[in-house]
């Protein structure tokens, strides 16, 4: 039985049907005569009602029953992050021995505000299945989707990000290969023979000390270690350095912490969240999420130079470091980066991409998308993530 092979195309040709050309025919070059089980396309909206029959195109040149893909505002390939101009980026992957499985989902009214999910697969075991999810961010409830995930399928890991750059609904097009769909997720479930390992960078730093929620009410923190929470968050506010200061105020950050009985914490303990208002008459602030009385938080900043080296660090951690042994034809990533970070963030061109390079210490097919929120586990848990960078890393058994 062959090796997996991955490989991955980028084309940043204005002309439609001359980019789609020009990225199949790298993507043929580096499959080597192999037909593809998967392939993963993102294009952006400059290519227009040309990407209505992308995704059937796909499946014919590459012979790959399953394609995945959507419209973004900016799209990841070859070691390059194409912002603001035209781009298409094309991922495939020849998987001998594991077993793939597509599937789209809507949402549907349920019992009590618990939508159902239609369409969605039987899961297996969270210990040797992966799932990988597009979704349209104007009609998929994504939040109570992780949620059924986490609580109905044992927390199965799951990838993915949501369609960016359009202005509405029926804006986002999600490429399978049977045509293209406007509405919902598509995605696919990832068994055996190869180890799917999410790797999810929120790319904050801690500031101060942890502390426990004592009075809270929904996404209000009202009381932290017995004391006012606003007191709390001014006093740690003075004692940091200008810089921080700075960044504290302008983009205010907190992590929750993931498990209630951890009392000492480290890197991924915490689900990063936005502190979004400040009450000054009930000193209390609220953040982006609903908080439990005893559940220990971190005050966060987060700066260009933390994220690079948060991203760099989980890479090397999760995929093992240098790829000893293996041709780079054998690993492959996916990259769902926040539309937040690129030429938003950082000085440096190509962050993201690099810092994966970096961090594996090789080059190896890649390509994403620059999404409107970002889909990771993060301690054993899914979540919806903003300002992130979430990494789906395929290794070899």
């Known amino acids: 039985m062959p090796p997996p092979r991955f490989a991955s195309s980028l084309s940043t040709l204005a002309d439609s049907a001359r980019a789609e050309g020009e990225a199949l025919d790298a993507l043929d070059a580096e499959l080597d005569g192999r037909s593809a089980d998967l392939v993963f396309a993102f294009a952006t909206h400059h290519h227009g009602s040309a990407l209505e029959e992308l995704g059937p195109r796909l499946a014919?040149?590459?012979?790959?029953?399953?394609?995945?893909?959507?419209?973004?505002?900016?799209?990841?390939?070859?070691?390059?992050e194409v912002e603001g101009s035209p781009g298409l980026a094309l991922w495939a992957a020849s998987l001998p021995e594991t077993r793939l499985r597509f599937f789209a989902t809507q949402a549907c009214a349920g019992p009590g505000d618990r939508p159902i999910f239609q369409g969605l697969p039987?899961?297996?075991?969270?210990?040797?299945?992966?799932?990988?999810?597009?979704?349209?961010?104007?009609?998929?409830?994504?939040?109570?989707?992780?949620?059924?995930?986490n609580e109905d399928h044992g927390g199965l890991p799951t990838t993915g990000g949501m369609a960016s750059g359009a202005l509405g609904p029926g804006q986002s097009l999600l490429f399978t290969a049977d045509g293209i769909r406007d509405t919902g997720a598509i995605g696919v479930v990832v068994e055996e023979g190869i180890a799917l390992r999410p790797v999810v960078s929120q790319g904050c730093r801690p500031v101060g000390r942890p502390w426990v929620v004592t009075d809270c009410e929904r996404n209000w923190i009202r009381k932290l270690g017995g004391r006012p929470a606003l007191e709390?968050?001014?006093?740690?506010?003075?004692?940091?350095s200008p810089e921080d200061q700075s960044r504290l105020q302008s983009a205010p950050f907190i992590g929750l912490a993931i498990d209630p009985t951890q009392s000492q914490f480290e890197r991924g303990d915490f689900i990063v969240r936005g502190i979004m208002s400040l009450h000054q008459v009930d000193r209390?602030?609220?953040?982006?999420?609903?908080?439990?009385?005893?559940?220990?938080?971190?005050?966060?900043?987060?700066?260009?130079?933390?994220?690079?080296?948060?991203?760099?660090?989980?890479?090397?951690?999760?995929?093992?470091?240098?790829?000893?042994?293996?041709?780079?034809?054998?690993?492959?990533?996916?990259?769902?980066?926040?539309?937040?970070?690129?030429?938003?963030?950082?000085?440096?061109?190509?962050?993201?991409?690099?810092?994966?390079?970096?961090?594996?210490?090789?080059?190896?097919?890649?390509?994403?998308?620059?999404?409107?929120?970002?889909?990771?586990?993060?301690?054993?848990?899914?979540?919806?993530?903003?300002?992130?960078?979430?990494?789906?890393?395929?290794?070899?058994?």
């Open 284 to 397: 209390a602030f609220a953040v982006a999420d609903f908080v439990r009385r005893g559940q220990t938080v971190q005050l966060l900043v987060r700066d260009a130079e933390s994220a690079g080296e948060d991203l760099r660090c989980l890479i090397g951690t999760h995929g093992g470091g240098p790829l000893l042994g293996l041709e780079p034809h054998a690993a492959g990533a996916l990259v769902f980066s926040c539309n937040g970070r690129g030429s938003r963030m950082f000085d440096q061109p190509d962050h993201d991409v690099s810092c994966i390079r970096d961090g594996l210490q090789a080059e190896i097919p890649t390509a994403g998308f620059f999404a409107a929120g970002e889909i990771g586990p993060v301690g054993g848990r899914n979540f919806l993530h903003g300002f992130t960078a979430s990494v789906a890393l395929f290794r070899p058994v």
């Open 122 to 149: 039987s899961l297996g075991d969270p210990e040797t299945s992966s799932m990988i999810v597009v979704a349209d961010p104007f009609t998929f409830p994504v939040d109570p989707f992780l949620a059924t995930i």
């Open 60 to 80: 014919r040149r590459t012979g790959a029953p399953i394609v995945v893909g959507c419209t973004a505002e900016s799209v990841i390939g070859r070691g390059r």
């Open 232 to 240: 709390v968050l001014m006093e740690t506010w003075h004692e940091l």
